[in-house]
Structures are given as structure tokens and as C-alpha cells.
Nanobody, 118 residues
Framework: QVQLVESGGGLVQPGGSLRLSCAAS????????MGWYRQAPGKQREWVAS??????????SYADSVKGRFTISRDNAKNTVYLQMNSLKPEDTAVYYC?????????WGQGTQVTVSS
């Protein structure tokens, strides 16, 4: 079955950087669109970034709130998607979730906490 495991979250000061990883198993991740979402306390889950499958060009897209600061990428050999987060702000604090669009289902990881605070 498809499994997604996120890692790389933690506590970082404003202006700092983190790189989140999402390791996929049970699926060839490069053949699927994948994305990152986040959910802050008391708020709805929101989309952060997406990357299309390699068969659809692998293009990326970003929410306006993170554009220019975050970068989504793939390592096809490792079946892993990354989210490089730079210039972090306190409002980026949230649980970050990895998402994969399967043929008939959508899959989610368990989430990783990112806290931006001085």
C-alpha cells in the first residue's frame, strides 16, 4: 500500500531555513502529482506547493504566501519529494503534510511540525 513519511520539521528562528522530506513507498512517486499542505492551530489545512508528475512535465506551483521562499523538488532515485523553506516567518508555523494524488485515491503522510519562533 502507499505510504508517505515526512521528516525534517523542527524549531527554527525567524529568517531561518528547514528542508522537509516526504519519502514514498508502494508507489513510483515520480509518476504522480505530489504536494505539501500545512495546518496551523485553529485553522483549516491549506495548500502550500505542488509538483506535477514527470509525465506531465514536473512543473511546480506555489501559494502566494510562500512564493519566492519555498521550493518543492523531487529526487526520483530516492522516491522522495522535498520542501526547502527559506526566510521562515512565525506565520509559517504549522504541521506540514505531504500529499500524493493516486489513480483513484489521495494519500497523506502523518505530518511534521514546523515552529518558527525566537
Amino acid at each position: 500500500q502507499v505510504q508517505l513519511v515526512e521528516s525534517g520539521g523542527g524549531l527554527v528562528q525567524p529568517g531561518g531555513s528547514l528542508r522537509l522530506s516526504c519519502a514514498a513507498s508502494g508507489v513510483i512517486a515520480s509518476l504522480r502529482a505530489m504536494g505539501w499542505y500545512r495546518q496551523a492551530p485553529g485553522k483549516q489545512r491549506e495548500w502550500v506547493a505542488s509538483i506535477r508528475s514527470i509525465t506531465n512535465g514536473g512543473s511546480t506551483s506555489y501559494a502566494d504566501s510562500v512564493k519566492g521562499r519555498f521550493t518543492i523538488s523531487r529526487d526520483n532515485a530516492k522516491n522522495t519529494v522535498y520542501l526547502q523553506m527559506n526566510s521562515l516567518k512565525p506565520e509559517d508555523t504549522a504541521v506540514y503534510y505531504c500529499n500524493l494524488s493516486g489513480a483513484t485515491s489521495t494519500y497523506w503522510g502523518q505530518g511534521t511540525q514546523v515552529t518558527v519562533s525566537s
